[in-house]
T-cell receptor, first 113, second 118 residues
Framework: GENVEQHPSTLSVQEGDSAVIKCTYS??????FPWYKQELGKRPQLIID?????GEKKDQRIAVTLNKTAKHFSLHITETQPEDSAVYFC????????????FGSGTQLTVLP | GAVVSQHPSRVICKSGTSVKIECRSL??????MFWYRQFPKQSLMLMAT?????????EQGVEKDKFLINHASLTLSTLTVTSAHPEDSSFYIC??????????????FGSGTQLSVL
């Protein structure tokens, strides 16, 4: 089955700096890669996703890059703000199948004011 | 986006009692729902996949007699923690897969249930 590894487990940045979270996956057939943001005690919220037919996707201050050959994908947050502080999870799956998402272990991002 | 409603948000119960958690898809039909368990500062651990009209599929190590799942309609799945014990204390969260070509691989999460067993 799919295995997703996520690094780092914790990340502290100064407000205004950029943050990068990296994930690797094992199943070369995986083709859908979402990122979720979870605040303490709240539900995970989908913040951005990417499919394997593109290498990069951007939405305002958030971007995701995908390297299919190396089987890794990354989340980039620019101009970080204190409200970006949360746990971020990457995930992978085969689109179109009933298979559930396989989640990474999570990254606790802290943006210091 | 699709909305998934989960109740209750917080439960405190005595050891030995059973607790039922409901998960509803409000504006779409969810043939498949997923139940996760999350310990503090840890990732989402899939417990089981709930399929409407059929038996749930449990992940390895999850006791199906302990965690009863019922998916009787296209909009409702329930998880019952039977004879709860302190070690069952955790954050339980459901999710449903969206409908339609644009969202059918997206997961929409319920708000979660914090279970505390005394």
């Amino acid at each position: 089955g799919e295995n997703v590894e996520q690094h780092p487990s914790t990340l502290s940045v100064q407000e205004g700096d950029s943050a990068v979270i990296k994930c690797t996956y094992s199943d070369s057939a995986s083709n859908y890669f979402p990122w979720y943001k979870q605040e303490l005690g709240k539900r995970p919220q989908l913040i951005i996703d990417i499919r394997s037919n593109v290498g990069e996707k951007k939405d305002q201050r958030i971007a995701v890059t995908l390297n299919k050959t190396a089987k890794h994908f990354s989340l980039h947050i620019t101009e970080t703000q204190p409200e970006d502080s949360a746990v971020y999870f990457c995930a992978a799956t085969r689109s179109g199948s009933a298979r559930q998402l396989t989640f990474g272990s999570g990254t606790q991002l802290t943006v210091l004011p | 986006g699709a909305v998934v409603s989960q109740h209750p948000s917080r439960v405190i119960c005595k050891s030995g009692t059973s607790v039922k958690i409901e998960c509803r898809s409000l504006d779409f039909q969810a043939t498949t729902m997923f139940w996760y368990r999350q310990f503090p500062k840890q990732s989402l651990m899939l417990m089981a996949t709930s399929n409407e009209g059929s038996k749930a599929t449990y992940e390895q190590g999850v006791e199906k007699d302990k965690f009863l799942i019922n998916h009787a309609s296209l909009t409702l799945s329930t998880l019952t923690v039977t004879s709860a014990h302190p070690e069952d204390s955790s954050f339980y969260i459901c999710s449903a897969r969206g409908q339609g070509a644009a969202t059918n691989e997206k997961l929409f999460f319920g708000s979660g249930t914090q279970l505390s067993v005394l």
